[in-house]
């Protein structure tokens, strides 16, 4: 059976109590069951993992090549800091999706660059938690389409 691994950075494990007027009142559990379960309706199975440390995420990617079809990735604040987790996307085959719940472009200067746009399939920004499952859609149809 294929695998999606989805993956989500610092603070969103406080999905639905951080800044709910920013990120909405979804948990990130809520965020983990609608995505496994269209992911399931194309018999993929989910992985999803969180983690506040730059390491454990970057070992998670390296651990995901030649394991799983495609990652789903909210990098969070790191997503405009970490080289590290740039050249660990570029280390792997396996095809990113960056997602961002909110729209970054219209906040503050410093979320506008995103270091690791360059290395993923593609950016996912300012759609809600929707972003996650758009991110899904693609990487089965992908899948189905290339094998
Ligand atoms: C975020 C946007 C980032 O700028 C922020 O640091 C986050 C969440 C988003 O999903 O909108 O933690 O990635």
New binding site residues.
């Given amino acids: 059976m294929g695998k999606i691994l989805l993956l989500n950075g610092?603070?969103?494990n406080r999905l639905g109590k951080r800044e709910p007027e920013v990120?909405g009142h979804e948990t990130l559990k809520d965020v983990e069951e609608q995505v496994r379960q269209l992911v399931e309706t194309k018999h993929f199975h989910l992985d999803a993992k969180q983690s506040n440390h730059e390491g454990e995420l970057i070992d998670w990617i390296h651990a995901a090549e030649g394991e799983y079809a495609g990652i789903i990735f909210?990098?969070?604040?790191y997503?405009?800091t970490s080289i590290a987790i740039r050249d660990a996307i570029s280390s792997v085959t396996v095809p990113v999706i960056e997602?961002?719940?909110?729209n970054?472009h219209k906040?503050e200067s410093f979320?506008h660059i995103s270091m690791l746009a360059p290395v993923c399939a593609g950016q996912i920004v300012g759609l809600g938690t929707t972003g996650y499952q758009l991110a899904a859609t693609y990487l089965l149809e992908e899948k189905e389409q290339k094998g």
């Fill in positions: 610092p603070n969103l990120y909210n990098p969070g604040a997503t405009h997602v961002h719940i909110s970054v906040r979320r």
